[in-house]
């Protein structure tokens, strides 16, 4: 048969077998990924989408840290059950500015994709601090070094710039600014405070996260992260009034 | 080991420790306060110490000439023992942080919660183990099936020793708080950046073997092994593209966001399972299976449509993992699709090894190292039905973020990639270092129903809690709300949990029993026995050398 005798040729060519595996290999993800960054229905425009302040992109970083995503995910799916336990389901423009993207891939915890201003910052601290505090049958991991851990915000503005770098559109002022910005939204007394409602918009939460206004730890990005999650745009909001979910 | 090296080698092998030393001190200066400089002086460590190695031994006088007429089994012997090591510290964190889930105060502090020592475990085995399992067998299958022995004895040793520095990074890392967070893809920029230097010798490895080889035709093996060299290397770069915050800190922002990141990650992690944990393993089965029962392989033709079909549907198929997020829906069809049809290559694997065996089914019942790779064979076609099956769309609304994916994925894990490594590390340590057999044959039975046992309790358990969590999650109650709490749902778990980890824990028993063989048959002294078969231009003195037919 002629395909066998092709490959009988081809077998006894590295170079060739090589570059035919290459070529093969190739075609699923041409075909799957690159379209992605073309059509623009990928991904929905959302003018009030609005972005991380430094102070939850360091609470998103610190998520990072501690594995957070291997038990909880951010994507509410398209099924009723999911709409009704979590809210509206997850649209692609919210996590636009998410690099990476933390959609998650198993809930031995629930989804956080709209966990924001759903608990109180207490609740949040006091369930970081230690979880069967305040879930007795809880079996996630007590962060009781946040609260004691303060948060360094010497190198926020690399952090900015880096995200500028890779397509966030962080101004030089936000940039310039981004340290201040850390203690000012943490601290809604101080007068840092006033800059941040300036360059992040008004409806940024300006709260003392972890109950201490006086000092910037590691709990205070972590609370904030975990409160503007699912509130960056109100676009998700937009379908369900119109009837969504299955 | 060094005394095998020539003078010119052991030269350039300083060079190269030295290159590691330098790049490893400079991080430690400039990523001092972050946890990069840890890393940069772990790099100047592992330099130092090979420095130090090698000028133990430089003045040792230099191999003879004759060298070139046998294997270069050292890079192999030291892959094989690595692996075995990581297989015990891979299962024994896996434990652990499965009775995490039974008792979540089971830490030791940050290092020690769940979030940073699950990726310590999955690296561990996938990366440490069979990495590790593939280097090693992959350096003995290509030289044995090409009659060549490798072209330089220093690359070998860069590509293993190179190669588990980055698991060591990538491991240390995730407990002090390093990590990408790409499931499967944590390690950082500079860890990814050694990988693909370490990756190209490997692949420049083997092309200059192949090269060399006698033999006119790429025996099966091989074309899996350079799959999963070259597939790997392309997933790897193109998922981990990113943007380092400065050359002194350990933290990157991913070059993708939000869907793209989404539907690439997943790209990659759909077939880092396919071209690292199916691939590379059949590259094993394909050479250990029939070698160790004594039987060519069932059909050549098979064997083609089954490697070309899992070479392109695989990459199609990762999109299932995204089924009704807020990826296209076209994606997600094509990625059902392609999973869907990627059943036919993969029983025609499946099916070539099994039909292979027949005629040795005797040897199946009698010798416990084939019986790991039957029943590796049998893992590989339930978990690739199971993965085809949860790939359709509707049953993924029920499977997806429940506890039967990681049944799922340990059953592949397990039952297919540990036991068809188990099978031929037990086949290739009496070869590699010229013993009769392995040292206990009863060790081997025992580890193999700990193995089987522990597997088939894991599976069971989460597939249970798997379908019970997806059940409890989608219940209405007769007022149209919804049935149970998350915590509802979370108190069920309970009991699985603990028989998952209980199931875990014999296959952790099973895993050292199998360490401590491979180390007693290292540590008996070898009879003087000559392996004339066992050489690239074999000496035909009656015996026929042993070689899997196409």
């Given at each position: 048969?002629?395909?066998?005798?092709?490959?009988?040729?081809?077998?006894?060519?590295?170079?060739g077998?090589?570059?035919?595996?290459?070529?093969?290999?190739s075609?699923?993800?041409?075909?799957?990924?690159?379209?992605?960054?073309?059509?623009?229905?990928t991904?929905?425009?959302?003018?009030?989408?609005?972005?991380y302040?430094?102070?939850?992109?360091?609470?998103?970083n610190?998520?990072?840290?501690?594995?957070?995503?291997a038990?909880?995910?951010q994507?509410?799916?398209?099924?009723r059950?999911?709409?009704?336990?979590?809210?509206?389901?997850?649209?692609?423009?919210?996590?636009?500015?998410?690099?990476?993207?933390?959609?998650?891939?198993?809930?031995?915890?629930?989804?956080?994709?709209?966990?924001?201003?759903?608990?109180?910052?207490?609740?949040h601290?006091a369930?970081?601090?230690n979880?069967r505090d305040v879930?007795p049958?809880?079996?996630?991991?007590a962060?009781?070094?946040?609260?004691?851990?303060?948060?360094?915000?010497d190198?926020?503005?690399l952090?900015?710039?880096?995200?500028?770098a890779v397509?966030?559109?962080?101004?030089?002022d936000?940039i310039?600014?981004?340290?201040?910005?850390?203690?000012?939204?943490?601290?809604?007394?101080?007068p840092?405070?006033?800059g941040?409602?300036?360059?992040?918009?008004?409806?940024?939460?300006?709260?003392?996260?972890?109950?201490?206004?006086?000092?910037?730890?590691?709990?205070?990005?972590?609370?904030?992260?975990?409160q503007v999650?699912g509130?960056?745009?109100?676009?998700?909001q937009?379908?369900?009034?119109?009837?969504?979910?299955? | 080991m060094?005394?095998?090296?020539?003078?010119?080698e052991r030269q350039?092998?300083?060079?190269?420790?030295?290159?590691?030393?330098?790049?490893?001190?400079?991080?430690?200066?400039?990523?001092?306060?972050d946890?990069?400089?840890?890393?940069?002086?772990?790099?100047?460590?592992?330099?130092?110490?090979?420095?130090?190695?090698?000028g133990r031994?430089y003045?040792a006088?230099?191999?003879?000439?004759?060298r070139s007429?046998?294997?270069?089994?050292?890079?192999?012997?030291a892959?094989?023992?690595?692996?075995?090591a990581?297989?015990?510290f891979?299962?024994?964190?896996?434990?652990?942080?499965a009775?995490?889930l039974v008792n979540?105060?089971?830490?030791?502090?940050?290092?020690?919660?769940?979030?940073?020592?699950?990726?310590?475990?999955?690296?561990s085995?996938?990366?440490?183990?069979?990495?590790?399992a593939?280097?090693?067998?992959s350096?003995?299958?290509?030289?044995?099936?090409?009659?060549?022995?490798?072209?330089?004895?220093?690359?070998?040793?860069?590509?293993?020793?190179?190669y588990?520095?980055?698991?060591?990074?990538?491991?240390?890392?995730?407990?002090?708080?390093?990590?990408?967070?790409?499931?499967?893809?944590?390690?950082?920029?500079?860890?990814?950046?050694?990988?693909?230097?370490?990756?190209?010798?490997?692949?420049v490895?083997?092309?200059?073997?192949?090269?060399?080889?006698?033999?006119?035709?790429?025996?099966?093996?091989?074309?899996?092994?350079?799959?999963?060299?070259?597939?790997?290397a392309?997933?790897?770069?193109?998922?981990?593209?990113?943007?380092p915050?400065?050359?002194?800190?350990?933290?990157?922002?991913?070059?993708f966001s939000?869907?793209?990141?989404?539907?690439?990650?997943?790209?990659?992690?759909?077939n880092?399972?396919?071209?690292?944990?199916?691939?590379?393993?059949?590259?094993?089965?394909?050479?250990?299976?029939?070698?160790?029962?004594?039987?060519?392989?069932?059909s050549?033709?098979?064997?083609?449509?089954s490697?070309?079909?899992?070479?392109?549907?695989?990459?199609?198929a990762?999109?299932?993992?995204?089924?009704?997020?807020a990826l296209?829906?076209?994606?997600?069809?094509?990625?059902?699709?392609?999973?869907?049809?990627?059943?036919i290559?993969?029983?025609?694997?499946?099916?070539?090894?099994?039909?292979?065996?027949?005629?040795?089914?005797?040897k199946?019942?009698?010798?416990?190292?084939?019986r790991?790779?039957?029943?590796?064979?049998?893992?590989?076609g339930?978990?690739?039905?199971?993965g085809?099956?949860?790939?359709?769309?509707?049953?993924?609304?029920?499977?997806?973020?429940?506890?039967?994916?990681?049944?799922?994925?340990?059953?592949?894990?397990?039952?297919?990639?540990a036991?068809?490594t188990?099978?031929?590390i037990?086949?290739?340590?009496?070869?590699?270092?010229?013993?009769?057999?392995?040292?206990?044959?009863?060790l081997v039975?025992a580890?193999?129903?700990?193995?089987?046992?522990?597997?088939?309790?894991?599976?069971?358990?989460?597939?249970?809690?798997g379908i019970?969590?997806?059940?409890?999650?989608?219940?209405?109650?007769?007022?149209?709300?919804?049935?149970?709490?998350?915590?509802?749902?979370?108190i069920?778990?309970h009991?699985?949990?603990?028989?998952?980890?209980?199931?875990?824990?014999?296959f952790?028993?099973?895993?050292?029993?199998?360490?401590?063989?491979?180390w007693m048959?290292?540590?008996?002294?070898?009879?003087?026995?000559?392996?004339?078969?066992?050489?690239?231009?074999?000496r035909?003195?009656?015996g026929?050398?042993?070689?899997?037919?196409?």
């Amino acid at each position: 048969m002629s395909i066998f005798g092709f490959h009988y040729r081809l077998e006894r060519k590295s170079i060739g077998l090589a570059l035919g595996i290459i070529v093969v290999a190739s075609i699923g993800g041409l075909f799957e990924i690159a379209p992605l960054f073309t059509i623009h229905q990928t991904v929905e425009s959302a003018p009030d989408m609005r972005l991380y302040t430094p102070l939850e992109l360091a609470g998103r970083n610190i998520y990072i840290r501690e594995g957070c995503y291997a038990c909880h995910s951010q994507m509410i799916r398209t099924l009723r059950d999911e709409v009704d336990r979590y809210g509206p389901y997850s649209l692609a423009v919210e996590s636009k500015y998410d690099h990476p993207m933390l959609w998650g891939s198993k809930r031995t915890g629930p989804d956080l994709a709209r966990i924001g201003e759903k608990y109180s910052d207490q609740w949040h601290v006091a369930h970081l601090n230690n979880p069967r505090d305040v879930v007795p049958v809880s079996v996630m991991p007590a962060y009781d070094w946040l609260l004691a851990t303060e948060l360094r915000t010497d190198d926020l503005p690399l952090h900015l710039k880096a995200q500028r770098a890779v397509g966030v559109p962080y101004t030089d002022d936000m940039i310039a600014n981004a340290a201040l910005d850390a203690y000012g939204q943490a601290n809604p007394d101080s007068p840092q405070a006033d800059g941040v409602t300036k360059r992040y918009g008004e409806a940024t939460t300006m709260r003392a996260f972890d109950g201490q206004p006086a000092r910037l730890t590691e709990m205070d990005a972590v609370v904030a992260y975990l409160q503007v999650l699912g509130r960056l745009t109100d676009a998700a909001q937009k379908p369900l009034a119109q009837g969504g979910g299955q | 080991m060094v005394k095998q090296l020539t003078l010119i080698e052991r030269q350039n092998a300083i060079l190269i420790s030295l290159a590691v030393a330098v790049c490893g001190f400079v991080f430690l200066i400039i990523g001092r306060g972050d946890p990069i400089g840890v890393h940069g002086f772990l790099a100047f460590l592992a330099g130092v110490l090979t420095i130090f190695l090698i000028g133990r031994d430089y003045y040792a006088p230099s191999p003879s000439d004759d060298r070139s007429a046998h294997y270069y089994d050292d890079p192999s012997k030291a892959g094989i023992v690595l692996s075995m090591a990581w297989v015990v510290f891979g299962l024994a964190i896996g434990d652990w942080v499965a009775w995490q889930l039974v008792n979540p105060d089971l830490t030791f502090g940050a290092w020690s919660s769940f979030g940073r020592i699950r990726p310590v475990h999955t690296t561990s085995v996938i990366f440490g183990f069979g990495g590790n399992a593939l280097i090693a067998t992959s350096f003995y299958v290509m030289q044995r099936t090409s009659r060549a022995r490798l072209p330089d004895q220093v690359a070998p040793w860069f590509v293993l020793l190179g190669y588990n520095l980055f698991c060591i990074i990538a491991v240390t890392g995730y407990m002090i708080g390093v990590t990408q967070s790409k499931e499967y893809a944590e390690p950082e920029w500079y860890a990814d950046i050694l990988l693909v230097i370490v990756w190209v010798t490997y692949l420049v490895i083997y092309l200059r073997t192949l090269a060399r080889r006698k033999e006119p035709h790429i025996y099966v093996s091989n074309w899996y092994y350079m799959a999963f060299i070259l597939v790997v290397a392309m997933l790897h770069i193109v998922n981990n593209l990113a943007f380092p915050v400065s050359l002194g800190h350990a933290k990157s922002y991913s070059l993708f966001s939000g869907v793209q990141d989404a539907m690439t990650e997943w790209w990659y992690g759909h077939n880092a399972v396919a071209f690292f944990l199916t691939a590379g393993f059949l590259g094993m089965m394909y050479y250990f299976l029939p070698m160790r029962a004594g039987r060519p392989i069932f059909s050549y033709r098979l064997s083609i449509i089954s490697f070309w079909g899992i070479t392109f549907f695989y990459m199609w198929a990762g999109s299932h993992h995204l089924h009704y997020t807020a990826l296209p829906q076209w994606v997600q069809t094509l990625g059902m699709t392609f999973s869907l049809m990627l059943l036919i290559p993969s029983w025609a694997s499946a099916g070539n090894a099994l039909l292979t065996l027949n005629g040795a089914w005797d040897k199946v019942r009698d010798d416990a190292t084939l019986r790991f790779m039957m029943v590796a064979a049998v893992f590989y076609g339930l978990t690739t039905f199971e993965g085809s099956f949860m790939a359709i769309r509707s049953v993924n609304s029920l499977s997806h973020y429940t506890d039967w994916t990681v049944g799922h994925v340990h059953a592949g894990a397990l039952g297919w990639v540990a036991m068809i490594t188990f099978g031929s590390i037990y086949a290739c340590v009496p070869w590699l270092w010229k013993r009769e057999a392995m040292y206990s044959a009863r060790l081997v039975e025992a580890h193999f129903w700990f193995a089987l046992s522990g597997t088939v309790i894991y599976v069971f358990a989460m597939w249970n809690s798997g379908i019970i969590q997806g059940l409890m999650w989608r219940t209405y109650n007769e007022s149209g709300t919804l049935a149970y709490s998350f915590v509802d749902s979370l108190i069920a778990m309970h009991p699985y949990y603990i028989a998952r980890a209980f199931g875990g824990l014999l296959f952790l028993i099973g895993g050292c029993i199998g360490a401590y063989n491979v180390w007693m048959t290292i540590a008996t002294p070898a009879p003087a026995s000559d392996y004339a078969s066992d050489l690239p231009a074999p000496r035909r003195a009656g015996g026929i050398a042993a070689q899997p037919a196409e």
